[in-house]
T-cell receptor, first 114, second 111 residues
Framework: EPEVTQTPSHQVTQMGQEVILRCVPI?????FYWYRQILGQKVEFLVS????????KSEIFDDQFSVERPDGSNFTLKIRSTKLEDSAMYFC????????????FGQGTRLTVV | SQQGEEDPQALSIQEGENATMNCSYK?????LQWYRQNSGRGLVHLIL?????REKHSGRLRVTLDTSKKSSSLLITASRAADTASYFC???????????FGKGTRLHILP
């Protein structure tokens, strides 16, 4: 069964460093998303991406964040200068349609900023 | 204020019993989805119910949606130890390009 894959599963980084989280969405999906979940808290929307551009972003997704689809398969989230409060699980998701369809999530990348 | 809020926050039941979790939301929606998350793991899609549907079944899962009350329920029948997880409702607000998760219900099935 097709699935969304994320790498790495766990990333530890020094505060102020840049990190890139990688995702390979399901191949025929057109809509891509990043969500995060701070430990013990709810899953929060960060950004959605379609047709090579951001279609919506939350207030969490500030100038420190960027997304890119560098080729036909990868979808990346970059955090330019990490802060301690960026420590969280980051989930990538993809879907075939924009509305009225399920989003398939990856297993997540646990980011720890020290 | 939260778009999706589940209750209870935590639920412990004996194996074999039925588990019911509820979700309330605030704005009009295209659909409502339920996801499961095992501890520290990814989100697994369970079921999607559209705004024009009232009830949907999938195996041991039964989901209801009442758009007049802006609420949904997830029923897991004949619970098993493997059902121990957090369960989230997620709504797809009209014309919004995202889904919004509630805080989840932590379900613990006792042997």
């Amino acid at each position: 069964e097709p699935e969304v894959t994320q790498t790495p599963s766990h990333q530890v980084t020094q505060m102020g460093q840049e990190v890139i989280l990688r995702c390979v969405p399901i191949s025929n999906h057109l809509y891509f998303y990043w969500y995060r979940q701070i430990l013990g808290q709810k899953v929060e929307f960060l950004v959605s991406f379609y047709n090579n551009e951001i279609s919506e972003k939350s207030e969490i997704f500030d100038d420190q964040f960027s997304v890119e689809r560098p080729d036909g398969s990868n979808f990346t989230l970059k955090i330019r200068s990490t802060k301690l409060e960026d420590s969280a699980m980051y989930f990538c998701a993809s879907s075939t349609l924009q509305w009225n369809t399920e989003a398939f999530f990856g297993q997540g990348t646990r980011l720890t900023v020290v | 204020s939260q778009q999706g809020e589940e209750d209870p926050q935590a639920l412990s039941i004996q194996e074999g019993e039925n588990a019911t979790m509820n979700c309330s939301y605030k704005t009009s929606i295209n659909n409502l989805q339920w996801y499961r998350q095992n501890s520290g793991r990814g989100l697994v899609h369970l079921i999607l119910i559209r705004s024009n549907e009232r009830e949907k079944h999938s195996g041991r899962l039964r989901v209801t949606l009442d758009t007049s009350k802006k609420s949904s329920s997830l029923l897991i029948t004949a619970s098993r130890a493997a059902d121990t997880a957090s369960y989230f409702c997620a709504t797809d607000p009209n014309r919004d390009d995202k889904i919004i998760f509630g805080k989840g219900t932590r379900l613990h099935i006792l042997p």
